[in-house]
C-alpha cells in the first residue's frame, strides 16, 4: 500500500476510533493506510485525522530523501567511472638501463654487436655503434653532448638499434680506419662499393673486391659498416666531437633515408 501511516514508535495511547482495548502498537502496517481504514473499523474524525496525514506525509517525505540521495550517488559513481584514469593514457616511463653506460638511459641498447645485427635485420631499423671508454674525456664529453640532446635521442630511439662498446671486438670490421674512442659507425645494408669515394680512389685501383675493403660483416653477409657515412676528420672517419652533433644528426638521418631506398 501506498503512504503507510503508523503512530510514532513507542506511542502506547489509545487512538480516537480504535476498538477498546486495542493500543495504536500493536496494529500492524498493512493495516492502516492513508486510503484504506474503513476496514478496521477506524472513524477518522478531527481528532485522529490530523495526526495520521502528518505521519504519512512525513513517511513520504523520508522516502523521497531516500530515493534523491540514492540517485545522486548513482549519478556521481557514473561520472567517476565513464572518465578515464590519466594513468591508464600516460606512457609508461621506462626503466633506465645498465647498458646504457650513460648515452641515454630511456633507450633500448643491445648487449653484443650479434644482437645488434640480428634487431637491426628484424627490425629494418639501422644500427649505430658507439665505441668509448669510461675514463677517456673526449668520450665523456661525447656522450654528455649525446644524452642532452634532445632530437638526437628521439631519432636514436625511434629509427634506430643502439649498441655501445667499452671494449674492442675481434671483428675487424668495427675498426675499419683504428681502434681509437670515441667512435660512431652506422651498420646497415651492404652497398655496391662506398669505401672508394670515401677514400678518393677509383674501383680500378683495387684488383680484389673483398669483404675486408667492403667491411661486410662476417655474422650477416648483408649487412655492413657503411664507409659512406662519416664524420669531418680525414685521418679518423668515424670521430665525433661534442662541435660535432649537428654532423652527426644529419649522419643520423642520412643513415635513415639510405636504409630506406635500400630496402
Known amino acids: 500500500m501506498v503512504g503507510e501511516c503508523v503512530p510514532p514508535p513507542g506511542s502506547g495511547r489509545q487512538l480516537a476510533g480504535l476498538p477498546q482495548g486495542v493500543s495504536s502498537r500493536y496494529i500492524r502496517r498493512s493495516q492502516v493506510s492513508c486510503r484504506d481504514t474503513r476496514g478496521l473499523g477506524i472513524d477518522l474524525n478531527a481528532k485522529t485525522k490530523t495526526p495520521l496525514l502528518a505521519a504519512c506525509r512525513d513517511h513520504h517525505s523520508k522516502i523521497m530523501k531516500g530515493l534523491l540521495s540514492a540517485l545522486v550517488l548513482l549519478v556521481a ?46 627490425s629494418n631499423k639501422p644500427l649505430m655503434v658507439i665505441f668509448h671508454l669510461e675514463n677517456c674525456p ?25 649498441l655501445n662498446l667499452v671494449f674492442e671486438t675481434t671483428d675487424k670490421h668495427l675498426s675499419p680506419d683504428g681502434q681509437y674512442v670515441p667512435r ?3 651498420v646497415g645494408k651492404s652497398s655496391p662499393w662506398p669505401y672508394g669515394r670515401t677514400l678518393g680512389i677509383s674501383i680500378t685501383q683495387i684488383p680484389v673486391l673483398t669483404a675486408d675493403l667492403l667491411h661486410v660483416s662476417p655474422a650477416d653477409p648483408s649487412l655492413t659498416v657503411r664507409a659512406d ?22 649522419n643520423m638521418k642520412k643513415a635513415k633515408k639510405l636504409l630506406k631506398t635500400e630496402l
Open 77 to 122: 559513481l557514473s561520472s567517476s567511472t565513464g572518465k578515464p584514469e590519466k594513468q591508464a593514457t600516460q606512457k609508461l616511463k621506462r626503466i633506465p638501463q645498465t647498458l646504457s653506460r650513460g648515452w641515454g638511459d630511456q633507450l633500448i641498447w643491445a648487449q653484443t654487436y650479434e644482437e645488434g645485427l640480428h634487431r637491426s635485420k628484424s
Open 229 to 250: 657515412i662519416t664524420g669531418r676528420y680525414s685521418n679518423r672517419l668515424y670521430a665525433y666531437e661534442p662541435s660535432d652533433i649537428s654532423l652527426l644528426i644529419d
Open 138 to 162: 673526449h668520450s665523456l664529453a661525447l656522450k654528455k653532448a649525446f644524452a642532452e640532446n634532445k632530437e638526437i635521442q628521439k631519432m636514436a630511439d625511434e629509427d634506430f638499434i643502439l
Open 184 to 186: 660512431i659507425l652506422f
